[in-house]
C-alpha cells in the first residue's frame, strides 16, 4: 500500500432549486358608465332648458309643475320696483288687502290700563294707508305700541308705589308718633296752595314730587308754622278769640253750598285747611 495518501475532499453539492414560475393574471377595470338622470328620457332641447336644469330630482319637478298648475286663474300680483309710479304700487297694496281709505280701517285700540285718543288712532290710520298696510298688518303694529305703552305704564305705577313706600318708610322714621298728623297737614297745604300737576311731575330719578320726602316736610314744617303763629288764610281780617274762631267755623261749615262741602270746588282743599287750622287754634285756646 501506498504512503502517499489519498485525501478525498467532500465537496457538498448545491441543491437545485427548481422554482415554477406562476403565471400573472391582470383583472382588467370596466371602464366608468356614464351615470344615468332622467333628462336622460326627455328631448335635449328640453334637457338643456334653463328652467329643466335646476331640478335634481323628476320628483322636485313634479312638484313645480302642481304647484304651478294651482295658480293658474289665481291673481298675479307684480311687485313693484323702486322706479315705478305710485299708481303701481296703489295697485299692489290692494291687491295685498289694503282698504280703499284711511277710514275704512277696524282698529281695535281698547286698553285697561292706557288712554287712547282719538286724533291720534285717526292719524295711525292715515299713515297705515300711506305705507300701504292692510288691516292685519296696521292692528298688528297698534298691538305692539299699545302692549309697550301698558307696560310702561305699568312700570310707572309699580315706581310710584315703591317711591311712596320708600318716603313714608323715611318720613315714619323721622316723626316718630306725629307722621299721620303732619303728613295730613302738610297734603291739606299743598293741595290748597299748589296745582295738582306741578305735584304730579316726575323728577329725573323717577320720583313723583309729591311724593318726595323733602316736599312733604317743607309743607308739614309750613303747615306747623302757620298753626304756631295762627296764621290762618281766611276771608276775615282778624281772627283772635274763641268767639271769633268758633264764629269763623260756623260759617265756613253751615254754608252747604260753599267749598267745604263741595269737592269739586276749585278752593275746597284750601277751605278744609282753613277750617283744620282753626279747629286746632280753637283746641289750643281752650
Known amino acids: 500500500m501506498s504512503n502517499e495518501q489519498i485525501t478525498q475532499e467532500t465537496v457538498p453539492v448545491e441543491q437545485a432549486t427548481t422554482e415554477t414560475a406562476q403565471p400573472t393574471t391582470s383583472v382588467a377595470t370596466p371602464a366608468a358608465q356614464p351615470t344615468s338622470s332622467w333628462k336622460d328620457s326627455i328631448s335635449e332641447d328640453f334637457r338643456n332648458d334653463p328652467s329643466i336644469e335646476k331640478f335634481t330630482e323628476i320628483d322636485a319637478l313634479a312638484k313645480s309643475y302642481i304647484n304651478a298648475t294651482k295658480m293658474i286663474g289665481q291673481d298675479k300680483i307684480v311687485i313693484p320696483t323702486k322706479n315705478s309710479s305710485q299708481e303701481a304700487w296703489d295697485e299692489a297694496y290692494a291687491k295685498l288687502g289694503r282698504p280703499e281709505s284711511a277710514d275704512?280701517?277696524?282698529?281695535?285700540?281698547?286698553?285697561?290700563?292706557?288712554?287712547?285718543?282719538?286724533?291720534?288712532?285717526?292719524?295711525?290710520?292715515?299713515?297705515?294707508?300711506?305705507?300701504?298696510?292692510?288691516?292685519?298688518?296696521?292692528?298688528?303694529?297698534?298691538?305692539?305700541?299699545?302692549?309697550?305703552?301698558?307696560?310702561?305704564a305699568q312700570q310707572a305705577k309699580i315706581d310710584t308705589e315703591t317711591a311712596?313706600?320708600?318716603?313714608?318708610?323715611?318720613?315714619?322714621?323721622?316723626?316718630?308718633?306725629?307722621?299721620?298728623?303732619?303728613?295730613?297737614?302738610?297734603?291739606?297745604?299743598?293741595?290748597?296752595?299748589?296745582?295738582?300737576?306741578?305735584?304730579?311731575?316726575?323728577?329725573?330719578?323717577?320720583?313723583?314730587?309729591?311724593?318726595?320726602p323733602?316736599?312733604?316736610?317743607g309743607f308739614a314744617k309750613i303747615a306747623g308754622m302757620m298753626s304756631e303763629d295762627k296764621i290762618v288764610a281766611t276771608e276775615s281780617e282778624n281772627v283772635n278769640t274763641v268767639a271769633d274762631i268758633?264764629?269763623?267755623?260756623?260759617?265756613?261749615?253751615?254754608?252747604?253750598?260753599?267749598?267745604?262741602?263741595?269737592?269739586?270746588?276749585?278752593?275746597?282743599d284750601k277751605v278744609v285747611q282753613q277750617v283744620y287750622t282753626l279747629r286746632e287754634m280753637l283746641y289750643e285756646d281752650k
Open 104 to 152: 275704512k280701517y277696524a282698529l281695535d285700540a281698547k286698553s285697561d290700563v292706557v288712554p287712547f285718543d282719538e286724533t291720534a288712532i285717526k292719524s295711525f290710520a292715515e299713515q297705515s294707508h300711506k305705507l300701504g298696510l292692510n288691516n292685519k298688518q296696521a292692528q298688528g303694529i297698534l298691538e305692539f305700541y299699545k302692549n309697550n305703552m301698558e307696560g310702561s
Open 164 to 212: 311712596q313706600s320708600q318716603a313714608e318708610q323715611q318720613l315714619r322714621q323721622e316723626w316718630g308718633r306725629d307722621f299721620e298728623g303732619k303728613v295730613k297737614q302738610a297734603g291739606a297745604l299743598a293741595k290748597a296752595n299748589i296745582n295738582p300737576e306741578i305735584l304730579d311731575m316726575t323728577l329725573s330719578n323717577g320720583v313723583r314730587l309729591g311724593d318726595h
Open 214 to 217: 323733602e316736599i312733604i316736610k
Open 246 to 268: 268758633e264764629s269763623e267755623i260756623s260759617a265756613i261749615t253751615n254754608d252747604t253750598n260753599g267749598p267745604y262741602w263741595n269737592k269739586q270746588h276749585p278752593d275746597h
